[in-house]
C-alpha cells in the first residue's frame, strides 16, 4: 500500500527557510517518481516540485525556481524539499505524493497528510 508522510511546515518570517521531509511507508520510494504539491484555502492544488525515479530529473514551478531544492536519500526512503526566501504566497498545505501528474496523484490517492507552511511577519 502507498503510504506518504510529510513534515517539517511550520511558521517563518518572509525571507526564511524550511524543510519538509516526505517518507514513505509500505513501498520502496526509489521505484516511484515523487511530487511536491501545495494548497491554500479556496484555491486549487498546484504542483510545486518534483524528482524521477529513474534518473533524477527534477522540475519546479515558474513561482520557486531558484528558491526551492528537491531531492531524495533512498536510504532513508525519503525525499526532502528544501525552500528557501520564502514568501507570504509560499503560505499552504503541502503535500507530496507518488507521482509528478496532479491528476494522477488525485486518481490513485496517494496524498499525505499534509504539512502547514505559513510565511507571515
Known amino acids: 500500500q502507498l503510504q506518504l508522510v510529510e513534515s517539517g511546515g511550520g511558521l517563518v518570517q518572509p525571507g526564511g527557510s524550511l524543510r519538509l521531509s516526505c517518507t514513505a511507508s509500505g513501498f520502496t520510494l526509489d521505484y516511484y517518481a515523487i511530487g511536491w504539491f501545495r494548497q491554500a484555502p479556496g484555491k486549487e492544488r498546484e504542483g510545486v516540485s518534483c524528482i524521477s525515479s529513474s534518473d533524477g530529473s527534477t522540475y519546479y514551478a515558474d513561482s520557486v525556481k531558484g528558491r526551492f531544492t528537491i531531492s531524495r536519500d533512498n536510504a532513508k526512503n525519503t525525499v526532502y524539499l528544501q525552500m528557501n526566501s520564502l514568501k507570504p504566497e509560499d503560505t499552504a498545505v503541502y503535500y507530496c505524493?507518488?507521482?509528478?501528474?496532479?491528476?494522477?496523484?488525485?486518481?490513485?490517492?496517494?496524498w499525505g497528510q499534509g504539512t502547514q507552511v505559513t510565511v507571515s511577519s
Open positions: 505524493a507518488a507521482d509528478c501528474d496532479i491528476t494522477l496523484a488525485t486518481m490513485e490517492g496517494s
